[in-house]
C-alpha cells in the first residue's frame, strides 16, 4: 500500500522558515510527479506546488513564487517543501500528494495523499 | 489567474442523483478530476481524466464534460457520500494547477 507520511509542521512567526518533509515507500518513488496541497482550517484545498520524475520542472502558485522552494530526493524517497518568509495566511494543513500513472504516461493530478502536517504562522 | 467555479452546496435525499458542477474556461482542452474529502480525512480521488473511476470506486460515481462545464454524478446517493467534493484542473499551459472551491453534498 502506497505511504506517505508528513513531517516537519509546527509553529513559527511570521517572517519564518519552514522545511516539510514527505518519506514514501511501497512504490518506485522516482517514477511519479509530486505535489504538495495546502488547506486552511475549515477552507478548501490549494495546489501549492508541483515536481516531476527527476526534479527539472517546478511550478508554483503565484502566492508562494520566490518563497517556497520544492524538491526531492530520488536516492532517499523523499519530497521536501522549503517555506521562507512565512505569512499568517500561509497556515494551513499541507499535504504530499503522488501522481498517477495510466496507459503508460504519469501525470501530475494527485491519486494517494498523505494525511497532512499542520503549519501555523504566528506571534 | 485561472479560477474552477464550483457551488457550494448540494443537497438531496438518499436514493436520489446528485449532481455537482464545475466551471472553467480551459475545460474544453483539460481534464477534470474529483476528489471526495470526508471531514478530518485526507482527500481521495474518485473521478480522473474526466470520467474514468480509480479501482474501488463505486459505479455510482461517474464524470462528464460538456464545453466548460465538468459534472459529477452520484447515483443513488447514500449517506456514506456526505463529505466536501472539490474539482480539479489546468489552466490552458498545463503548468498551473487549481482545485474548485468545493462543494458540500449533503445527502438526508
Known amino acids: 500500500e502506497v505511504q506517505l507520511v508528513e513531517s516537519g509542521g509546527g509553529l513559527v512567526q511570521p517572517g519564518g522558515s519552514l522545511r516539510l518533509s514527505c518519506a514514501a515507500s511501497?512504490?518506485?518513488?522516482?517514477?511519479?510527479?509530486m505535489s504538495w496541497v495546502r488547506q486552511p482550517p475549515g477552507k478548501g484545498l490549494e495546489w501549492v506546488a508541483n515536481?516531476?520524475?527527476?526534479?527539472?520542472?517546478?511550478y508554483y502558485v503565484d502566492s508562494v513564487k520566490g518563497r517556497f522552494t520544492i524538491s526531492r530526493d530520488n536516492a532517499k524517497n523523499s519530497l521536501y517543501l522549503q517555506m521562507n518568509s512565512l505569512r499568517a495566511d500561509d497556515t494551513a494543513v499541507y499535504y504530499c500528494a503522488r501522481g498517477y500513472c495510466s496507459g503508460g504516461s504519469c501525470s501530475v493530478p494527485p491519486q494517494y495523499w498523505g494525511q497532512g502536517t499542520l503549519v501555523t504562522v504566528s506571534s | 489567474s485561472y479560477e474552477l467555479t464550483q457551488p457550494p452546496s448540494v443537497s438531496v435525499s438518499p436514493g436520489q442523483t446528485a449532481r455537482i458542477t464545475c466551471s472553467g474556461d480551459a475545460l474544453p482542452k483539460k481534464y477534470a478530476y474529483w476528489y471526495q474529502q470526508k471531514s478530518g480525512q485526507a482527500p481521495l480521488l474518485v473521478i480522473y481524466?474526466?470520467?474514468k473511476r480509480p479501482s474501488g470506486i463505486p459505479e455510482r460515481f461517474s464524470g462528464s464534460t460538456s464545453g466548460t462545464l465538468a459534472t459529477l454524478t452520484i447515483s443513488g446517493a447514500q449517506v456514506g457520500d456526505e463529505a466536501d467534493y472539490y474539482c480539479?484542473?489546468?489552466?490552458?499551459?498545463?503548468?498551473?494547477?487549481?482545485f474548485g472551491g468545493g462543494t458540500k453534498l449533503t445527502v438526508l
Open positions: 480539479y484542473s489546468s489552466d490552458s499551459s498545463g503548468n498551473h494547477r487549481v
Open positions: 515536481i516531476n520524475q527527476d526534479g527539472s520542472e517546478k
Open positions: 511501497e512504490f518506485t518513488f522516482n517514477n511519479y510527479y
Open positions: 481524466e474526466d470520467n
